[in-house]
């Protein structure tokens, strides 16, 4: 019997986009996850995510036989490792994928900057708000895309996926609606959670490995104190910037193969 991934996808990225990897990790595991966190008007977004926490916990008990890998790159980073502390019997051990732990000073400054609103012009919220939500045509979709700096550097597979699914056919003229609504998104950039850090003070219940982009702006922002200790030396870098996975998916899911299985053998 496989053991089972239970994937957390980033913040404005349907889950489906991350098939590249997944079929990667196929033979060895069976996948799960949530197409559209933060969709379901049972779990809102609010100050430090615990009701996206519980959407993640209720899929995850839905189906649940024995203990699961949590993985999730950014914003289901996060989400994974506070539903191990939240439910560690359910969990095998969490992966996060560019997702680092805010503590200290740090998380101090980020309540300070979400009471002020400061942190909607340090972070991608502002640009959220504004976010183009309709194409013509699945072609006019691509070439926007394709053309902006950041999504030029993605693998075209994972690229095609997005728009397939993060920018689905809404209408019998093949015009194409943004999938993820960018409200939640928006919102999701706001509550970033702040007390993560604290609650990992006497670490982690559960083995915690950590993968991170050489060039992530946001392990500049943050640091990588707190993750470091939270995650017991299990580190790796790969090539990229936050959104590596998206830029190197088959080096991702070689490196994901790897820490699942160095968690596993010291569990």
Known sequence: MKEVIHFSHANGFPAS?????????????????????????????????PHLVDQLLEDIG????????????????????MAALKRPQWVRG????????IAGWRANLLRVTQWTGLDERLS?????????????SRE???????????????????????????????GADGTRTLAFDRQVEYLIYRTLPRTLGARLAHGAPVPVGFIAGTQS?????????ATRRATA?????LEGSHLFPMEKPIETARALQRMLHRLGAGS
């Open 140 to 170: 006019e979709a691509w070439r926007h895309f394709h053309t902006k700096p950041a999504f030029a550097r993605w693998d075209e597979r994972m690229l095609s996926d997005y728009v397939d699914f993060g920018i689905p056919q809404t």
């Open 124 to 136: 991608p919220a502002a640009a959220t708000r504004t976010r183009r939500t309709q194409w013509a």
């Open 233 to 237: 030396g299990q580190f790796e870098w």
């Open 62 to 81: 839905n189906r649940f036989e024995r203990p699961v890998w949590l993985v999730g790159h950014s914003l289901g980073g996060y989400l994974s490792l």
């Open 94 to 101: 969490v992966v996060m994928l560019d997702s680092p732990v």
């Open 217 to 225: 702006r946001e392990i500049r922002q943050v640091g990588l104190g």
């Open 17 to 49: 986009t991350y098939r590249t990897i997944f079929a990667e990790l196929a033979d060895d595991y069976e996948l799960r996850h949530i197409e559209r966190i933060g969709h379901d008007a049972r779990y809102p977004v609010t100050s430090d995510w």
